[in-house]
């Protein structure tokens, strides 16, 4: 029933003609709407995907580099800043101990001269009380003596010299 | 009885070569196989128009499998056969591919039940294209003289050796592989079709027969239809790699620089 109805078997090795034109046409049809119409797209949209998956990849790794390098930066600023406040610490330091140096050593010139003007006031006051006294002591003497002897030697005081030469005589005296 | 042998004298037994060309449905142009061509070119179609008809970066489901068919073809056989010179040629190896596996899939479609690649025709149609294309791509990058000269002669042979040699380069270069990317693909959709058909009517055959050891031993025929089917499916598939995979290996030795 299902031999061909011309009785005669065809060849399976040799094509139909018909059927190499309806191939050949719907084929082509096939090929030209999908290589037209959607396998570009399919490319186009691979690539995207492609680029969408690498450009993430490449984007998080750019921002790791990014971070990793500000974090770098951070870092050297964070010891630059560090040795910074130490150097300034170091220059306090140098500082305060040269300022105190310097008070020291004014407050030291200060007491110093205060000292040497004592001294010089005190040998000045001195000389001027050992003449007052000079004076004094011979006229409290010359007085004494009056007194004693009874009568006034107010004449002789004139003879001042005498008494100085005295004392002179005495302080030589001392001092030898 | 008598009934039942009367079926069994209508069952084309042993399956022939006639089996393979049921009548016209209107002429010689309105065929089973010419419509079942166009169904095929018709569901292809479809299916990509609708698959690419709103394609997201993410994609949907049946944008996935369209997807996946041409991420076969582009990576696991362009690729892997020509290099990134065979991402250009992906899309007709994914429109080709997909043909084939369609058309040869019909061997099992309950209604089709046979593939259009079961008649010569159709392989001979694809493998003239992919013949074409090759002789045509290799002349276009290296001029006619070199494409010939490259594919004829292997260098650092021996001169009298080229005496041998050239012949068998030239048909296996422009001669067999044509002929047996076509043929290989029609012989086995040939044979395939062939075995279901003498699984399929041999049940009935034997479960026809007289003999009830005949009948019971018919069951194991039924068996092996089945199991030959789920073979088919794999031939569908393997063949349809294989056809494209030699188009592409074939393109890319024209495209390549030395022998």
Redesign the interface.
Known sequence: ?????EGV????????????V???I??A???F???K???????A??Q??VD?IEGGLKRAEAAQAEANQLLEQYRTQLAEVRNEAARIRDDARADAEGIRQDILAKAREESDRIIAAGKEQLAAERATIARELRTEVGTIAVELASKIVGESLADEARRKGTVDRFLSSLESAGAR | MSGQLVVAQELPWPPSVGDFYPPNVAGPWVTKFGIMVWLAVALLIIFFLVAYRKPTLVPGKTQFYAESLYGLVRDNIAKEQMGAAGIRFAPYFTVLFSFIVLTNLFAIVPGLQISPNSHIAFPIVLAAISYVMYLYIGARKHGLGRYLKQSLIIPGVPWPMHILLIPIEFLQTFVVRPVTLALRLFANLFAGHLLLLVFTIGGFVMLNSNSLFVQVTSVFSFLMAIVMTFFEVLVAVLQAYVFVTLSANYIGSSLADEH
Request: hydrophobic content about 60%; glycine content about 2%; aromatic content about 12%.
């Open positions: 029933m299902f031999i061909a109805a078997e065809h060849n399976p090795i040799l094509p139909l003609w018909q059927e190499l309806v191939g050949t719907s084929f049809l096939l090929c709407v999908l290589l119409f959607v396998l570009p797209r399919m490319e949209m691979y995207a995907r969408a």
